[in-house]
């Protein structure tokens, strides 16, 4: 009688092992992504059941209204007494804005828009912002974040060469010796035509002076300007 009892137990216990159901687990890492099971819609981001026969088709899509999203697919058949763990990474999706916008992305030498523009973000990969009139921006994906990037407009100098090195200090430098010339002649002019209206009294000569003084401010006006930014960028360098 005990054997026939114990051989019951042992039967009843075989028949709940092989009855037994595995599990498939599904993990993701967006909570919005959409789990289909033989072309179902299950769930969104996290999901699990427990399969009891035929095939089961499952797929992981970022998008479920786009045809090109991303999409991950597996198939589990056969053995159901096991369990099935997937976990399922999306690349992270970006929005890349600038000030001013417009701004050209590229990376890898393919232009992939203009921002503001939404870009995958892999670790160790690098943009480049381009637009005219402003200094070419090189960033990684690690410094992009939710702020806009404001780009620096072109300055006359290369940023990498001394101002002292540069075109534009010569073109100041000259500028400043043509000015300095002018105002200076100018001066004399209006000094030796007032020195003749003393002693002819002429308006005509008093007009000229006026008009000599008048040349002679202006040049003179223009090199305190140049004389500024000249030194002003000096300072800066």
């Known amino acids: 009688m005990i054997k026939l009892y114990l051989f019951i137990v042992l039967v009843l216990y075989i028949n709940n092992l ?24 299950v769930a969104k981001g996290n999901y699990s059941f427990e399969p009891t026969n035929g095939i089961y088709i499952i797929k992981v899509k970022k998008d479920i209204f786009s045809w090109d999203g991303e999409i991950f697919t597996d198939t589990v058949a056969g053995d159901f007494n096991r369990n099935y763990n997937f976990n399922y990474r ?26 503001p523009l939404m870009v995958r973000k892999k670790m160790g990969m690098d943009f480049i912002l381009n637009k005219k009139g402003y200094e070419k921006l090189v960033i990684g994906s690690d410094k992009l974040g939710s702020l806009p990037i404001e780009l620096e407009p ?11 090195d540069s075109n534009w200090f010569y073109t100041l430098l ?8 002018v105002a200076a002649y100018y001066k004399i002019k209006a000094d030796n035509s007032f020195d003749d209206y003393e002693k002819t009294k002429d308006p005509n000569l008093l007009s000229q002076t006026d008009d000599y003084d008048l040349y002679s401010g202006v040049a003179f006006g223009a090199l305190q300007v140049n004389f500024g930014v000249l030194v002003y960028y000096f300072l800066s360098d």
Do not use: H, Q, W, Y
Not at 92 to 112: M, Q, R, Y
Not at 158 to 164: D, Q, Y
């Open 174 to 181: 000259g500028s400043a010796v043509v000015l300095g010339t």
């Open 90 to 115: 999306f690349e992270e999706k970006i929005l890349v804005e600038t000030i001013p916008g417009d701004a050209k992305v590229l990376s890898g030498g393919v232009l992939l828009g203009n921002t």
């Open 18 to 41: 092989l009855a037994a159901n595995g599990i498939v687990e599904i993990k993701t890492n967006d909570n919005n992504c959409a789990i289909l099971v033989n072309d179902t819609l």
């Open 154 to 164: 072109n300055s006359p100098f290369k940023p990498s060469e001394r101002f002292t």
